[in-house]
Every structure is written in structure tokens, then in C-alpha cells.
């Protein structure tokens, strides 16, 4: 089946610090690239889609210029979190779609913690 | 996308058929059902999905009743490794890319 990997797996930063996450299909091309955050006990929330070589879209209250998320291949992905604040802990995760496909494959996720 | 209902948990016993239900009583006639299961601390996983007719994969059996208002998930013999969070999905699927919202799901525990 196809495989989304995401790097690192978990992170710890200082407040104030940026943060870049990766997300990569890796026997796949993924046209759309999806971002997620969960917070614990909590569904996942969708923060914005990708298209490969377009902007990407955020939900409504996700701030573009915080969760920066770049698209620039069909098979990585990143979302940087710009000056990180504790309350931007959470689980981080990446989900991938092959053009013409229905399943959405997802990686492993990222925890991120903000001290 | 559809308003899902499912319950918030049930308990199967190890070697049972777990049926898990989803209501989707506002379903549109261009929108799939998803299912995708969340184990402790990693990344959802895909298991099945159907439209009107149901399906059946190595994971599982999706049946979807004829007014498509609902459905039921079925792990035919339930392991300990089945014990997850499952989310009913309703999303439009075409050419372009789709979304998928996410509910609170089911959280299944599978017991020895």
C-alpha cells in the first residue's frame, strides 16, 4: 500500500523558535497534500490542503503567515510553525492523494511540544 | 460534507465480528462513505469505502443501507490490534481534491 512518512516524529522547541515538519509519499505521486492537528482527547482538525506547485488553502482561523506549508514536489511537503507558542503543542499530521484516487494515505504524525 | 453520527464506544470481544454503526442521515447522492481507523498516537488509516452497493476488502465489510441514511462497518473477527478510534466519514469525492472531516468517532476496545 502506499506510504506517507513524516520527519521528524517528534520535536521539542523554545517558544519564539520555528519549526519545520516533512511530509513525504514515498512510492507514490500525491497531487494534494493534507495538514492536520490534533490536540489530545480531540478529532483531527484539517488546518489546509496543497496542490503541488500551488498555494495552499487554509481553513478558516488557521493563520497562513503561523503554519506556513509548502508544496513544491509530488512527494514532499513541509508546514513550518514560525514562532512557536506552548499552545502549538499538538499532534501534527500529513495525509497524501494520488491525482484520480480516493484514498487519502496518512503519515505516522509529529508531536510537536513548545517549552 | 454529511453530518455523521456514531456512537461513542463499544466493546467487542476478541474473535467477534465488531459491527460498528453511522448514521449519515443527510448523506447527498454524490457522497461516499469513508471509514479510516485511529490507533493510540499515529496516523489515521484507510479502510474502506462505498457509495451505494456494499463492499468488502481484507479489513473489512462496509454495508450501506438502500436509502443510503446509514451503514455499518464490519471487522469480521476482531483482534486485539483492532482496538481503535473509528471515524464515518461523508465527503464528495470528484476529479478535484476532497477534504475529509473528521468526527469524534467510535472507540472501539477489543476485549481478550
Known amino acids: ?18 519549526v519545520k515538519i516533512e511530509c513525504r509519499s514515498l512510492d507514490f505521486q500525491a497531487t494534494t497534500m493534507f495538514w492536520y492537528r490534533q490536540f489530545p482527547k480531540q478529532s483531527l482538525m484539517l488546518m489546509a490542503t496543497s496542490n ?3 498555494k495552499a488553502t487554509y481553513e478558516q482561523g488557521v493563520e497562513k503567515d503561523k503554519f506556513l506549508i509548502n508544496h513544491a514536489s509530488l512527494t514532499l511537503s513541509t508546514l513550518t510553525v514560525t514562532s512557536a507558542h506552548p499552545e502549538d503543542s499538538s499532534f501534527y499530521i500529513c495525509s497524501a492523494k494520488a491525482g484520480g484516487q ?14 | 460534507d454529511a453530518k455523521t453520527t456514531q456512537p461513542t464506544s463499544m466493546d467487542c ?37 462505498g457509495l451505494k ?16 441514511k446509514s451503514s455499518t462497518l464490519i471487522l469480521p473477527h476482531a483482534t486485539l490490534r483492532d482496538t481503535a478510534v473509528y471515524y464515518c466519514i461523508g465527503t464528495a469525492s470528484g476529479a478535484g481534491s476532497y477534504q475529509l472531516t473528521f468526527g469524534k468517532g467510535t472507540k472501539l476496545s477489543v476485549i481478550p
Open chain 1, 1 to 18: 500500500g502506499a506510504v506517507v512518512s513524516q520527519h521528524p516524529s517528534w520535536v521539542i522547541c523554545k517558544s519564539g523558535t520555528s
Open chain 1, 52 to 54: 503541488e506547485g500551488s
Open chain 1, 102 to 115: 480516493f484514498e487519502q494515505y496518512f503519515g505516522p504524525g509529529t508531536r510537536l511540544t513548545v517549552t
Open chain 2, 13 to 49: 470481544a476478541e474473535g467477534r465480528a465488531a459491527n460498528l454503526p453511522c448514521n449519515h442521515s443527510t448523506i447527498s447522492g454524490n457522497e461516499y462513505v469513508y471509514w479510516y481507523r485511529q490507533i493510540h498516537s499515529q496516523g489515521p488509516q484507510y479502510i474502506i469505502h
Open chain 2, 53 to 68: 452497493n456494499n463492499e468488502t476488502n481484507e479489513m473489512a465489510s462496509l454495508i450501506i443501507t438502500e436509502d443510503r
